[in-house]
């Protein structure tokens, strides 16, 4: 390993349950046996012996399950469900459960790093936290003093970042962007509003627990592993729930469905409407929910009429039979159908209208707020604390003054990116970037690095040094969520609860809590008026002060829970829309006068190069995005991702599963190398790799070149005109042998 490598680091997803708790076993053993890190657990004192518990709460993924650390002896032991818990009711996914690895990761940034060359080439000095913090506030004066505060940006993911937006908005800050809204569920929240009036949420309101027909469009539950949902779906499942899944992969989910549609990529949509065309014509809606709820539906029916399915047919290919029997089978079951909105929903740069129609879909199976649809979530009251009224800004944010999309209901990160890039609306000369590795998160890394290069300032807090980290001014180490407070969470949820984050063990090095980095930063810049509180304990015992809950209990069981109201509209739970007309909105009289159709309209994907395949990429069970591939226990489990090749097309290409290739995009993008699965799973016109791989940061050696990144194909993408999600399938590949 090299010194700068030093200095900053100072299995398939099929595995079997027997397999991961030997593999985790052995991995803890290991760890445990290293003792790496006992000398800076124990602070001088008395080595701690026995068993110790502390209730906490996940942050390997958004899902924030409930957890109950163990630490023996005075090390970190293991990670459980707490059993308190609504989301997670006792159970954490293969990645919850490897968080102990998270603590013990080679790759973690040890301590505050200056960069002392040119941007990329990751070099640097280690310094404390005083120099460095006292370095990124002159530059942040200076920023605002040359350009406005409203130059100083941010992209910010999970509830880590809230006390550094906080500090952000005392500043002056104004453009506080989460990419995970242009580049992931940006347009389900959209198309969701537009027609319901409200978000699906994060975790999504689905009841699939109570679904008698659990409809997944490209959604794959069981690899995308989103803990609730995917016990649901295991219920649902064990109790003969019907399930239709359509994809251009058998996935997992697909090897549980009553039917399989292997739907040609990009032509989800089509589907979508042959489907609706079918229970509209056949009157197979619930007319008395559509009547008592529903605007536009006459409008909405005759743009329906042309999407037969015999039209759909060529399409999608998927038989009209097919289609018909479908739509009959999931009009069987409503109102306890349920079509799964999904999550990473920016495909191909129509997605708001295509996640509108799921919507719609939806509204004509009468599921929203019906049981075995989607209930109607609540959360028990916290009061914000009290802090002094932040400035008003002197400029409006970059996405209001660009005016290109209508529907945003956030920032959008590549607009600010490309606000970077090219200075206007005005410039942006600083970047935090908190918790999200925007090189491999955002599309066109081309585009992110030039955009880099403008900036006089660029600093990332985060736990590893990733490939974002490596182009950073300064580098702030965050103690991972087992070593820190954080905001406390009061979920919107089916049972409304509050979970509190909670150290559980200390940091092995000079990592720091985010709480406290912003608050420092605060005072380093002369808002320390903006944390008129002591510490991280003080402001939560404030809050749960303030709305009469006990602290010292939510820090024994790490769970509060309320009172569950009506869930379901026929128990009473208010039906509400948020809409101009108040009710579910079939024709959108929004989208019309914004110039926009309002009933979604179908356009074919553009196909790719002769000989191409479209590159299709997702997650798995064990990894979360790029985040995880140096947990020593999760690399244990999938330590590299394969290429997913139609078996034909690897016998006419030569291939066999094992061989390793390189992908070629239609740019001329080539990528690491990575083995080839061939298998009957996937149609003959797409390929499909796991997300997060082929890491290329010196301060990763661990995961350095192991695996391919699918980010660094993604040279193309289309973006949404109604809300500016970044549509990223829209790239092809050829494959090339590796000798």
Same mark, same amino acid.
């Given at each position: ?28 053993? &290991?760890?445990g046996a290293a003792g790496t890190f006992a000398e800076s657990l124990s602070n001088g004192k008395p080595a701690e012996k026995g068993l110790r518990q502390v209730p906490t709460f996940c942050d390997l993924c958004f899902w924030k399950c ?29 990645r919850g459960t490897g968080g102990v690895g998270a603590h013990f990761d080679p790759d973690r940034v040890r301590t505050p790093l200056l960069r002392v060359s040119e941007r990329g080439q990751e070099k640097w000095k280690a310094v404390s ?100 949902? !995917? ?290 930063? &605060? ?17 939560? &015992? ?133 083995? !080839? ?19 290329? &940061? ?42």
């Amino acid at each position: 390993m090299s010194t700068d490598q030093r200095v900053l680091n100072a299995a398939a997803p099929s595995v079997s349950r027997r397999r991961f708790l030997k593999i985790t076993a052995a991995s803890v053993a &290991a760890l445990g046996a290293a003792g790496t890190f006992a000398e800076s657990l124990s602070n001088g004192k008395p080595a701690e012996k026995g068993l110790r518990q502390v209730p906490t709460f996940c942050d390997l993924c958004f899902w924030k399950c409930g957890a109950i650390a163990t630490v023996r002896d005075g090390k970190l032991w293991k990670i459980e469900g707490n059993p308190l818990d609504p989301l997670s009711r006792g159970r954490l996914c293969p990645r919850g459960t490897g968080g102990v690895g998270a603590h013990f990761d080679p790759d973690r940034v040890r301590t505050p790093l200056l960069r002392v060359s040119e941007r990329g080439q990751e070099k640097w000095k280690a310094v404390s936290w005083d120099e460095a913090l006292d370095f990124i506030a002159a530059r942040m004066r200076k920023i605002q003093a040359t350009y406005g505060p409203e130059s100083f940006a941010a992209f910010v993911h999970g509830i880590g970042g809230t006390f550094l937006k906080h500090t952000l908005k005392a500043y002056g800050a104004v453009n506080i962007a989460a990419p995970s809204f242009a580049q992931c569920r940006g347009p389900r929240d959209t198309a969701f509003r537009l027609t319901f009036g409200d978000d699906v949420g994060s975790p999504e309101r689905t009841d699939i627990e109570n679904a008698q027909c659990l409809v997944l469009i490209g959604s794959h539950l069981g690899e995308n592993m989103h803990n609730t949902q !995917v016990q649901e779906f295991a219920t649902a499942v064990g109790r003969g729930a019907s399930i239709i899944v359509a994809d251009p992969r058998f996935s997992v989910a697909a090897s549980k469905a009553k039917f399989y549609l292997p739907i040609k990529a990009g032509t989800d949509l089509a589907l979508l409407l042959a489907w609706m065309n079918v229970i509209v014509g056949e009157n197979l809606y619930d007319k008395a929910y559509v009547e008592k709820y529903g605007f536009g539906f006459e409008q909405f029916a005759a743009e329906l009429r042309p999407y037969t399915p015999e039209w759909a047919y060529p399409e999608t290919g998927i038989d009209p039979d097919t289609i018909r029997a479908t739509a009959r089978e999931m009009a069987r079951y409503r109102p306890a159908t349920l079509i799964h909105p999904g999550r990473h929903s920016n495909w191909y740069g129509d997605d708001t209208q295509r996640v509108r129609a799921v919507a719609l879909l939806n509204a004509l199976m009468g599921s929203w707020g019906r049981k075995g649809g989607f209930y109607i979530p609540s959360s028990m009251d916290v009061p914000a604390y009290p802090y002094p009224p932040l400035p008003k800004p002197s400029k409006p944010k970059i996405e209001s003054l660009i005016n290109k999309f209508p529907f945003a209901g956030e920032n959008i990160s590549t607009a600010i990116r490309d606000a970077t890039i090219t200075g206007k609306p005005y410039p942006v000369k600083g970047w935090l970037v908190y918790a999200t590795n925007l090189i491999n998160s955002l599309p066109n890394q081309d585009e992110t690095i030039r955009a880099i290069q403008q900036l006089d300032l660029l600093v990332v807090v985060d736990v590893i040094g990733s490939e974002i980290a490596g182009w950073a001014d300064v580098v702030l180490p965050e103690s991972v969520y087992l070593e820190r407070h954080d905001e406390m969470n009061p979920e919107l949820f089916k049972h409304p609860f509050i979970a509190l984050r909670q150290p559980v063990i200390p940091s092995p090095a000079h990592q720091k809590p985010n709480w406290w980095i912003a608050k420092r930063l &605060a005072e380093k810049l002369g808002l320390g008026a903006y944390y008129p509180w002591n510490d991280i304990e003080d402001y939560l &015992a404030a809050r749960l002060k303030a709305g009469g809950y006990s602290f010292d209990e939510l820090k024994r069981q790490g769970i509060l829970t309320g009172k569950q109201p009506p869930i379901y509209f026929d128990d009473g739970a208010p039906a509400t829309f948020d809409t101009p007309s108040k009710k579910i909105e079939f024709y959108s009289t929004q989208l019309a006068q914004a110039g926009f159709d309002p009933v979604p309209k179908y356009t074919p994907p553009e196909p790719g190069p002769p000989g191409s395949y479209r590159l299709l990429f997702g997650r798995a069970p064990v990894h979360s995005f790029s985040r995880t591939q140096t947990n020593p226990l999760l690399s244990d489990l999938m330590s590299e991702n394969s290429v997913w090749l139609n078996a034909a097309e690897a016998r006419r290409l030569g291939l066999n599963s094992g061989d390793y290739v390189r992908l070629r995009n239609q740019d001329g993008r080539l990528s690491n190398r990575i083995r !080839v699965k061939a298998t009957e799973r996937i149609r003959p016109d797409c390929v499909y790799m796991v997300h997060g791989f082929g890491h290329t &940061a010196k301060g990763l050696p661990h995961a350095f070149g192991k695996g391919a990144s699918d980010a660094g194909l993604i040279t193309r993408y289309k973006t949404d005109p109604l809300m500016g999600g970044t549509g990223m399938n829209v790239n092809f590949v050829t494959l090339e042998r590796e000798a």
